[in-house]
């Protein structure tokens, strides 16, 4: 009977998809109504916890004591002060609990309690009683709450352990672990028959578009159903297409048997006519398709939206990557998730839009998520800005050698795939980052690709190499490559680029090749120029140094179409326990972007110029605000063909722009000097004293570099 039904399913749903086109069928606009109308219930939990940094025996107990912990709202870290402390950063257990009131219990229905993520291990109890454990800290994960949920008045206690742990990834890392319910919680409750809540955190529907050219494109789908009644349940589901209008394209109801119990997976088939693609930056074009559940007496019982884009992605060794069809542009930025100084990871959906917005304005296509799974709010963003990702598991460095280890790189590898499958950005599923040459690493990249490939074929996998060679045998378990490398900053110099890249371009042989991470580091408040080399690991870190690596960097690889993407090192300025360099302890300052979001260092600027057609000019080395020297380079980027520059007024002539630089030598005037430069509608100015004997600054008595550690990059 179940076959019947399901074959039911995949006819009448691909009968009415594939005669009309998603934009032939005009039809009204769904009400804003109709459309939130939910058998779900969501309560946000945001506030009314308390919260202790400590571990506490007894605290999931109901009658605990707990008039001396802090009153708390999410999402919350309680590192947010020890971000910014260099090697003071807390790594251990802290306790959260409030209040769960619950009017009634309806026992056709079901609480899960949901959290976006919380690091790095988490244990819930309700009412005194062991809900779950959840082992990872940057997956969505969710318990059901409703066999120990009382009427009336429930005491939900949470503790978090952000302590390294031999059988939870990541082991290592060059970056800080904020711990707490650093992300969102909530409560849902559902009908107790629903899609699949216990899906790995997923939203039980994975989709999957095929056989996509002008004129028609196969959704494939598979929706997990379940029913927690005691008895068997004759469901109806509903499927319905909408365009990016919110206009009804198609809707048509099946019937589905489930048995009491029991979870089933309907998987399906449906053609779209003449699909509107998504296009990365220049067309991100969604779809989504809505699924309810109704019962027998068309009682609600459950229905849930999942946005969604129609595009093909193909990497190949020699022509890069093509996104439908076309050779496509993946110049990238990797970034850890959003963060802000003193809250830590700790921000809100603002704090990431304002984030993205800056590197759309940089003119980024592409963004790695390193070294992690990033919130659900920043894959939306990425669909909806038309950004490429790359996203992976947290496998840096270190790989435990023990069954444990591999369960939980298994699972943390499901969770990021069930959940994030259906955005259109996803490109690749990262397998792992510069891990240690060692056999228990090869055993997790093993067992990383073969889960990769059972949850999704339809994308490559790929890794991050340091610095090698291109036989490492770390290189050889996923689909693509892609290598970390520093010229000009850890090795080499700016100008081996080309040589570098050819070379292992040519050693990789057939396998598709992208650079995952290249830069500098960069301080603000050091100014020199003309700049010198400075130690990597030292306390003198010129902007200017910065600028030139990217400058020599991104000519270089620009000029490889083999190169299926490029990600520079890294968006913003970051927290990364153990370093001791620039001009911040604890911090790794290869950002573009300060980490206060404060100041847009030079490099940023040199890559709008090259990435962005709307009109810009910007004057280089304008931090360093007092010169000792009268005769000084203004050095120029804009996207423009010739720029105009006037010191003090006066116009000293126009240059041509070559390669998006225009330099001049000036001399300026004893006291302040204004530079302008006009380049077409924009303009640009910076202010500059010239201090006669004035002590130009240099790197500190003490900037002997620390020993490096292995993660320092």
Not at 493 to 521: R, T
């Amino acid at each position: 009977m179940k076959k019947v039904l399901v074959a039911a399913f995949f006819a009448s749903l691909l009968a009415i998809l594939v005669s009309p086109g998603l934009h032939s069928t005009p039809q009204s606009p769904v009400s804003a109504a109709h459309r939130a109308a939910s058998p779900r219930e969501v309560t946000p939990l945001d506030s009314g916890w308390l919260f202790i940094r400590e571990d506490v025996q007894g605290a999931e107990k109901t009658d605990f004591d707990t008039s001396k912990w802090q009153a708390i709202t999410l999402p919350h870290t309680y590192d947010a002060a020890d971000g910014d402390a260099g090697d003071h950063f807390y790594r251990g257990p802290g306790w959260y609990r409030r209040i769960i009131a619950i009017s009634a219990l309806d026992p056709a229905k079901r609480t899960f309690i949901e959290f976006d993520g919380a690091a790095l291990s988490t244990e819930v109890w309700l009412n005194g009683r062991s809900v779950g454990r959840h082992d990872g800290g940057f997956a969505r994960f969710r318990f059901d709450l409703t066999p120990y949920l009382l009427a009336g008045k429930n005491v939900l206690a949470v503790r978090v352990d952000n302590s390294r742990n031999e059988t939870i990834a990541p082991l290592t890392g060059d970056f800080a672990v904020y711990g707490g319910l650093y992300r969102r919680v909530r409560l849902i409750s559902t009908r107790d028959v629903h899609f699949d809540m216990m899906d790995y955190g997923s939203s039980g529907i994975q989709l999957h578009t095929t056989g996509i050219d002008s004129n028609h494109a196969v959704v494939k789908a598979t929706v997990r159903i379940t029913n927690d009644s005691a008895k068997d349940v004759d469901a109806e589901l509903v499927a319905t297409i909408y365009n990016a209008s919110y206009i009804a394209a198609a809707t048509k109801t099946v019937p589905v048997k489930v048995r009491a119990g029991a979870t089933i997976a309907v998987d399906f088939e449906a053609g779209v006519s003449h699909p509107h693609l998504w296009n990365g930056v220049n067309d991100p074009y969604l779809y989504q398709v809505d699924f309810a559940l109704a019962g027998s007496r068309k009682e609600k019982l459950d229905n849930i939206a999942v946005p969604f884009g129609i595009r093909t992605i193909q990497i190949t060794p020699e022509s890069g990557l093509l996104l439908n069809g076309k050779p496509y542009a993946v110049h990238g930025v990797a970034i850890h998730q959003a963060m802000r100084p003193g809250r830590g990871s700790a921000v809100d959906d603002a704090d990431v839009k304002a984030d993205y917005t800056m590197l759309r304005e940089m003119g980024a296509t592409g963004l790695r998520f390193a070294h992690y799974q990033h919130g659900p709010a920043e894959y939306d963003l990425a669909d909806r800005m038309g950004f490429l990702v790359w996203t992976e598991v947290p496998m840096v460095g270190d790989a435990g050698d023990s069954d444990a280890f591999r369960a939980n790189i298994t699972q943390q590898m499901r969770e990021l795939i069930r959940q994030n499958v259906n955005h259109p950005s996803v490109m690749v599923w990262g397998l792992g980052n510069e891990t240690k040459d060692a056999p228990e690493v090869y055993k997790a990249l093993a067992v990383n690709e073969k889960i990769a490939h059972e949850e999704d074929a339809s994308r490559p996998t790929t890794y991050a190499a340091c610095c090698g060679t291109a036989d490492d045998p770390r290189t050889k378990y996923s689909d693509v490559i892609a290598y970390n490398q520093y010229l000009g900053w850890y090795r080499g110099e700016i100008g081996d680029w080309s040589q570098w890249l050819d070379e292992f371009h040519q050693q990789n042989g057939h396998k598709p090749m992208a650079i995952s991470e290249y830069g500098s580091g960069a301080s603000v408040s050091q100014q020199e120029d003309p700049v010198h080399r400075p130690a990597a690991r030292g306390h003198w870190h010129p902007e200017q140094w910065q600028a030139l690596v990217h400058e020599g960097a991104w000519r270089q690889i620009s000029a490889k179409p083999y190169l299926w993407a490029s990600f520079l090192w890294v968006g913003f300025d970051f927290p990364s326990t153990g370093r001791d360099e620039g001009d911040h302890k604890g911090r790794n300052d290869k950002g573009l972007i300060t980490f206060d979001r404060a100041v847009k260092k030079d490099a940023y600027f040199w890559y709008q110029a090259n990435w962005t057609e709307k009109p810009m000019v910007y004057i280089t080395s304008r931090r360093y605000a007092v010169r000792s020297n009268e005769d000084v380079e203004v050095k120029v980027y804009s996207n423009q063909p010739a720029i105009t520059l006037k010191p003090n007024g006066k116009s000293i002539g126009t240059l041509k722009v070559a390669g998006h630089i225009a330099s001049w030598q000036v001399k300026l005037q004893k006291g302040q000097n204004r530079i302008e430069a006009t380049a077409g509608p924009a303009r640009d100015n910076v202010a500059w004293e010239y201090k006669p004997g004035s002590v130009p600054p240099g790197p500190p008595a003490d900037n002997a570099p620390p020993p490096a550690t292995p993660q320092q990059k």
